[in-house]
């Protein structure tokens, strides 16, 4: 009977490392070398960060909680994204859907390409219930709107849309009352070719204390660094190939760590945001992501003030996606 059950035991324990080692080798193992700690910014970097310190203060300080409760400040923040877009010299689109009689507005800032591919880069701009929401999601929209301003005079292959999506936080979340879904729906209607979706989704807070960044599986843990220092990319599995490709080019110019996972999307986490409804439609996507809960200890809550943010490393992460996006539009 003893050794019944320690040869059932080891069966089970070898079934495990197995599991682990082929969703290390598929899943977890990353192209490119990795840095191990923050770079300087340069002079340039300065200016981009004053800039996404300024658009977190409009978005969080200024406006404040921005929801369908809150609608005349979620209608504000519009009205702000639109301008911003505007005034970087890029013609902007309301995609607008109406929901129990309120308008609820995506906004769009599309630079035309030569090529029928697109690339998508968009953040949401509600703010959940209670919160003015800094860094869930004033860091997404701050960056992709510092974004859109330096790509505004460029002539890419492919056309980028920089984009804004209302209603992502609870009780739309996950819904079809979801912007980036409903968003995502009229471009696969539409036709759209859409050859990579980056959802940019809390991604300010930064910390180097031990024990500082946990995950949603105990697992994950053995792969992943237990300090809060690295920008995280995360897809489904049918993205691998976008995740791997954008983490690589993240990472030849990229002066902050990070860390990647193509993970079934029914763990924890990896479906948290708008790439998710571009899953649904087919098309691949990732998110870039501090890993929000798992790391920020102001989350969803009246604390996500925009003081919380760490607006250095957060610009190295911003000034490393606007390199992403380059080498993107060449392939």
Same mark, same amino acid.
């Given at each position: 009977?003893?050794?019944?059950?320690?040869?059932? +035991?080891?069966?089970?324990?070898?079934?495990?490392?197995?599991?682990?080692?082929?969703?290390?080798?598929?899943?977890?193992?990353?192209?490119?070398?990795?840095?191990?700690?923050?770079?300087?910014?340069?002079?340039?970097?300065?200016?981009?960060?004053?800039?996404?310190?300024?658009?977190?203060?409009?978005?969080?300080?200024?406006?404040?909680?921005?929801?369908?409760?809150?609608?005349?400040?979620?209608?504000?923040?519009?009205?702000?994204?639109?301008?911003?877009?505007?005034?970087?010299?890029?013609?902007?689109?309301?995609?607008?859907?109406?929901?129990?009689?309120?308008?609820?507005?995506?906004?769009?800032?599309?630079?035309?390409?030569?090529?029928?591919?697109?690339?998508?880069?968009?953040?949401?701009? !509600?703010?959940?219930?209670?919160?003015?929401?800094?860094?869930?999601?004033?860091?997404?929209? +701050?960056?992709?709107?510092?974004?859109?301003?330096?790509?505004?005079?460029?002539?890419?292959?492919?056309?980028?849309?920089?984009?804004?999506?209302?209603?992502?936080?609870?009780?739309?979340?996950?819904?079809?009352?979801?912007?980036?879904?409903?968003?995502?729906?009229?471009?696969?209607?539409?036709? !759209?070719?859409?050859?990579?979706?980056?959802?940019?989704?809390?991604?300010?807070?930064?910390?180097?204390?031990?024990?500082?960044?946990?995950?949603?599986?105990?697992?994950?843990?053995?792969?992943?660094?237990?300090?809060?220092?690295?920008?995280?990319?995360?897809?489904?599995?049918?993205?691998?190939?976008?995740?791997?490709?954008?983490? +690589?080019?993240?990472?030849?110019?990229?002066?902050?760590?990070?860390?990647?996972?193509?993970?079934?999307?029914?763990?924890?986490?990896?479906?948290?945001?708008?790439?998710?409804?571009?899953?649904?439609?087919?098309?691949?996507?990732?998110?870039?992501? !501090?890993?929000?809960?798992?790391?920020?200890?102001?989350?969803?809550?009246?604390?996500?003030?925009?003081?919380?943010?760490?607006? !250095?490393?957060?610009?190295?992460?911003?000034?490393?996606?606007?390199?992403?996006?380059?080498?993107?539009?060449?392939?």
């Amino acid at each position: 009977m003893v050794l019944k059950i320690l040869s059932r +035991a080891l069966r089970v324990t070898i079934v495990v490392v197995v599991v682990l080692v082929l969703l290390w080798w598929f899943g977890m193992r990353m192209p490119g070398k990795n840095v191990s700690k923050a770079g300087p910014l340069s002079p340039d970097e300065v200016v981009l960060r004053e800039e996404l310190r300024a658009n977190v203060q409009e978005l969080a300080g200024k406006i404040g909680e921005r929801n369908m409760w809150h609608y005349a400040a979620l209608n504000a923040t519009a009205d702000f994204i639109e301008d911003s877009f505007s005034q970087a010299g890029l013609r902007t689109r309301r995609d607008s859907y109406e929901m129990r009689g309120q308008s609820c507005h995506n906004i769009e800032a599309e630079i035309p390409g030569n090529r029928p591919e697109i690339i998508v880069i968009g953040a949401h701009y !509600d703010s959940v219930f209670g919160s003015p929401g800094a860094n869930d999601n004033g860091s997404g929209m +701050a960056a992709t709107l510092a974004l859109a301003r330096r790509f505004a005079s460029a002539k890419p292959k492919h056309t980028l849309r920089f984009v804004a999506f209302v209603n992502e936080e609870p009780p739309y979340f996950l819904s079809g009352e979801m912007g980036s879904l409903v968003y995502a729906r009229g471009c696969k209607e539409r036709g !759209d070719k859409i050859s990579a979706m980056i959802s940019l989704e809390t991604i300010g807070y930064f910390s180097d204390a031990p024990h500082s960044q946990t995950y949603p599986s105990p697992g994950l843990g053995v792969f992943y660094p237990n300090v809060g220092n690295f920008i995280g990319f995360v897809s489904n599995v049918k993205s691998r190939a976008l995740l791997r490709r954008v983490i +690589a080019l993240f990472r030849k110019h990229g002066k902050v760590p990070s860390e990647g996972a193509s993970l079934p999307a029914f763990i924890p986490g990896v479906s948290w945001s708008d790439q998710w409804s571009f899953w649904q439609h087919g098309y691949p996507a990732i998110m870039v992501t !501090d890993t929000a809960p798992f790391r920020y200890p102001y989350y969803h809550s009246s604390n996500d003030t925009p003081d919380k943010l760490d607006y !250095d490393r957060f610009t190295l992460v911003v000034s490393g996606m606007e390199k992403v996006i380059e080498d993107l539009d060449k392939l």
